[in-house]
């Protein structure tokens, strides 16, 4: 049966910048992340966003009963001690459980700003604040039904009279001065700098100073509302007559507009930034506003549990799962989510059954004064229902077996035709990979890429590699999306580790999808996806993560590709089992350096037109089973000009901290801009700290480490979790390259691969080579395992002996081992298969290109590139990087 559930409520939900709600939004310098508790009982929370210390430092195996944020943090409600435990990074907020912290003090709601957190007692007339400007307790002698925070000021209600107040700093907001001291409400949400309140006539008033802006959050829309949530300068509410979402006050120019016709049970907001629970059976959550994740894949929580039976004016929310029986939301058998009812049914509809404890008021169309083309549609479709029941209902059950029948029939000839055609492609498939193989190669040797004659010597695309896969068998590999298979969250995506019918390994990386069509993010979304799919099937490097194939069907957006067993250099260096970043030992940190390096490099120089990455970092460098990097996440890639040393005139993409000032300021980016981020991992990898991490003072780790090295105090910027290496030669040498990958101006930065020969001499000196000079060989037959093309070194290799398949899989052996701690008893040299691909500097080099099946040879000249000290940064420049980092 049709059923409509709209219209006004008689109970109000708020939740804010920060009230205490089942969803959060964390804001500030690095990005918003959503949070929700999932709709599986067992209030865990999950995150979704930029800011790294959020997303991965959210406890996951706690507990937890309520959510709230604030900048650059979110905090939840233990659910067993009824304290609070933040995560994240503010200066201002302690992380963990907040100090000081009473001993026993029990909380029945928390709420955040900006750089505050505060808390009620259970007992309901003492609040404990901590933070900047409110750390202190605040007695109240009547009881206080709620409280929530604005960015520097917290309010709360009166239980009784219902009127409100609130403290802290008055500056910017006025909201103490303007609390509008008569009026009743039944609920209030702060936003940044304004208070907006349910009036008893489910009327919204908002008060507070907007700074100046021309639309004012305090003009409020005169609909009705059952929910409202404050944001920096904005406000939005769930309207009570068709739960559909409604936002006022200022929106950025890229803001993206809240979804159209969705109903939700619950919204909150950030700074310019919101989410919301929609009001169907997924429990979905979806988002809007500026930058940020648009949906989270995962079912979130409406509301919060409650021990309290669901008043009169509420029903108790329960879903049908699939297996037919209700599913949990809370934990304890005596808990519950509330929801408000709706009090009256819409013009046009008529109650079909009222609200009661447990089910929402119902409305249907009413069909004898139908006005809509939905009630006509839903009245006609009742008749024609009845009447295929009562006359056609034979007809069509017949006609409905004949279908299934034929459909049945074709899907199983088609089903042996694709078996059959398989069959016999089995034979070919040596074929296929040499000529893969030799495609490669192609690919490799036209790496001059000769402006005269780029069209001829472009990698054209190629998506024949690629295995297009279905939905159903990506959703059969990774046990239906389910949360055990997630190995790891991006901005925009979402990572399951999954199985194929053939017992391959795979990571699966799935798009977060907008559930609104708003007009920028599923573009964003799906032109990363197509930047990557292409990229990713023209290029072949061993150290560049395969993609094995695709799936794209209705909306859904899949990459599939080899799975990395040990995760990303992130989580070695980053992670929470400090044991991992111990194991990582300096010959590996370096070695994955050198690998990544040759990556890039691969990208730079050999693929036609260059490719530029613009989201070097460590998240993005995966460590395969043999502890091989490979450098991931194509999704921001550009195809730079044919002549790599141009520029393309680009707006900012990619992860701050990482980011070359000189496209971030100037919007100019050339292959050096991965340099500079390329500079940021070395920094990362010799000293073990983030490229931004706030928890020191100094948080940026160029303008920390930078001058450390420039003074010769290197041993301060190693990583005090490793012993230093008795020869510290080879790490001064890479701490030097990373100082020159971050100079200021790209065209004083080193290309990429000077930065891999400088890397390979370092690594060389600290693995005890006699000879700088030879040892970059030796690593390369480790490092540089071509899978791509193990006979293309006979180019220009004279050496050949060692060049093949087996005998840079037999060194690589070698090579494990001795990083395994079991060296090989004297230095070891092979020729090297990568370099011989190299282009080399300095000189006159003859590079073979073939072009359209003819054969020649290109001179190619290049200057020797200065090997010049790293100059001071000059006054503006060091103000550019103070302000922007
Ligand atoms: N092939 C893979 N095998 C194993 N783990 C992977 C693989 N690809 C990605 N991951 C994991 O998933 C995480 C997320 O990857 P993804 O590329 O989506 O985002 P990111 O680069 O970390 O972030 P952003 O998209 O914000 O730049 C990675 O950091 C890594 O831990």
Known sequence: ????????????????????????????????????????????????????????????????????????????????????????????????????????????????????????????????CWGYNMTASYQHNAAISMITAGSVFSCGLFLRNKTTFCWGDETGSGVIGLIPRNIRFHSISAGGFHVCGILENFQVFCWGRSSGLQQSVNLAPMDPMVAVSGGRFHACGIKSFNHEVLCWGFTAGDSVPPPKQAKFYEITAGDYFTCGVLAERSLRAVCWGSAGPWSAPLAVSPGVCSTNPCGPGYYEYSILSNSNSVSKLCKSIDSRVCLPCSVSCPQGTLESSPCNSSSDLKCEFNCSTCNSTQCSSFCSSK?????????????????????????????????????????????????????????????TTTSSCPSSNKDSVKIMPDLRRAQVFTYEELEKATGKFKEESIVGKGSFSCVFKGVLKDGTVVAVKRAIMAASPS?????????????????????????????LGYCEEEGERLLVYEFMAHGSLYQHLHGKD???????????????????????????????????????KSSNILIDEEHNARVSDFGLSLLGPTDSSAALSELPAGTLGYLDPEYYRLHYLTTKSDVYSFGVLLLEILSGRKAIDMRYEEGNIVEWAVPLIKCGEIEKVLDPVLKKPGEMEGLRRI????????????????????????????????MGSPREEEAVLATEVVLGSSRMNNNSSNNNNNNSG????SNNRKSGRMMEEMMEGMRAPSWITFPSVTSSQRRPSGSEVEVEVEMEGRRRVVVEEEEEEEEEEIGPASPQEELFLQHNF
């Open 383 to 443: 008749t024609k229902h009845k009447s295929l029941l009562s006359i056609q209902l034979p007809i069509f059950l017949a006609e409905l077996v004949f279908t299934v029948i034929l459909l049945l029939s074709v899907t199983l000839a088609a089903l042996f035709y694709v078996r059959y055609k398989l069959r016999n492609c089995t034979c070919n498939a040596t074929t296929s990979t040499t000529n893969m193989r030799s495609r490669a190669k192609r690919t």
């Open 735 to 766: 701490a030097r390259v990373a100082c020159k990958c971050v100079r200021m101006r790209g065209k004083e930065r080193p290309a990429m691969e000077k930065v891999t020969t400088e890397l390979e001499r370092g690594l060389a000196m600290l």
């Open 519 to 547: 007009p920028e993010q599923p573009k964003r979304n799906s032109k990363e996806f197509k930047t990557e799919l292409d990229l990713l099937s023209r290029l072949n490097h061993a150290h560049l993560l395969n993609l």
């Open 1 to 128: 049966m049709f059923v409509l559930v709209v219209s006004s409520s008689t109970r109000v939900e708020v939740s804010g910048l920060g009230s205490m709600s089942s969803i959060a939004v964390s804001y500030g310098p690095d990005g918003p992340v959503f949070c929700g508790l999932k709709a599986d009982g067992s209030h865990s929370v999950s995150c979704y966003g930029s800011d790294a210390s959020v997303v991965y430092g959210a406890p996951s195996r706690v507990p937890l009963l309520g959510l709230t944020a604030g900048s650059g943090f979110v905090c939840g409600l233990l659910l067993d001690s009824n304290q609070p435990y933040c995560w994240g990074s503010n200066p201002y907020v302690k992380m963990g459980v907040p100090q000081p912290m009473i001993e026993g003090a029990a909380y029945s709601e928390i709420s955040a700003g900006d750089h505050h957190l505060c808390a009620l007692r259970k007992t309901q007339v003492l609040i404990d």
């Open 802 to 805: 060692s060049s093949g398949g």
């Open 578 to 616: 400090p044991l991992l970043k111990k194991k990582l030992d300096w010959v590996r940190r370096v070695t994955i350096a050198v690998q990544a390096a040759r990556g890039i490099e691969y990208l730079h120089g050999y693929a036609c037109p260059p490719v530029i990455h613009r989201d070097i």
